[in-house]
Structures are given as C-alpha cells and as structure tokens.
C-alpha cells in the first residue's frame, strides 16, 4: 500500500484527474483536484479509485487545452561544460550573478543524482534542449 502524505499526487485513470494532497488528518483528506478544484477524500476512496503518480504520467499529462506538457531537458555540448552530454531538467529560470547589476537570467537545472547548477539562457551555443519525451536516457 501506498503512504498518503502532504504534497504526493494520485491519479484516476479512469478520466485523468489529479489530486493533490494537502491535508492528511486521519482517514480525512483535503486535496487539490485538477478537474474540480478543493475537495475533500476519504482515504478509502482515494486508494480504490486513484495510484500514486509517476514521473511517466507526469509526462503524458495535457493541460487543459490540450496541449502535451513535457518537462524540458538541457544537456552541455562543449567539452568543458559541466557534465558535457549529460542530461538535466530545467526545474526554473532564476536570476544570479554577482558580476552582473541586478544578475543575469539563468536556467536553473537538476541532474538525476539531485545536483542543482544554473546555466546562463544568454550561452545557447553551449547547450541544447529538448522535451524529456524526445530524451532517451
């Protein structure tokens, strides 16, 4: 059985709604749905209609018009980038910098293992990206 605790998400294969749990009180729950906003579920029901969400359905989600949603995935391609040829997530856009008034604006990237760097958006010809559905690992 699968631990319900804050901030997991579950979905319902039956229609693809989401939810996301943010209150964990007893057999009670409140969470987020992506279909129906606030609601609140019973844990009973949420393990009998709904199972934890994984990385793969996160890849396959649409968004409300439609759209495939994939996370985006960067990767060096000069040799003395940091890990050169290893694929990362671009977890955010962050601005840093102290040789910059005010900073530069960089991607801020995860490898696999939990390492955080940031990459200058402005150093194109120094990396490529793709959707992490395009990625083979």
């Known amino acids: 059985m ?3 605790t804050v ?3 579950w979905i319902d294969d039956s229609d ?11 057999v009670l729950l ?15 029901d949420l393990l009998r209609n709904y199972r934890p969400m994984s990385r ?25 980038s940091f890990r050169s040829g290893e694929w990362a997530t671009i977890v955010g856009l962050v601005m840093c ?21 940031y990459w200058p958006v402005c150093d194109e010809s120094n990396h490529e990206i793709k959707a992490a559905s395009e990625v083979s690992k």
């Open 97 to 117: 910098g102290k040789d910059y008034p005010g900073g530069r604006l960089n991607y801020m990237v995860m490898f696999d293992d939990g390492k955080v760097d």
């Open 30 to 44: 409140r969470a987020e749905s992506k279909n129906n906003g606030l609601c609140t579920v019973l844990a009973f």
């Open 56 to 80: 793969g359905d996160f890849l396959k989600q649409q968004d409300k018009e439609g759209l495939n949603i994939s996370p985006a995935m960067i990767r060096g391609i000069h040799p003395y």
């Open 2 to 4: 699968s631990d319900i």
């Open 7 to 9: 901030g997991s998400e």
């Open 16 to 26: 693809g709604d989401v939810l996301k749990i943010l209150v964990v009180d007893g």
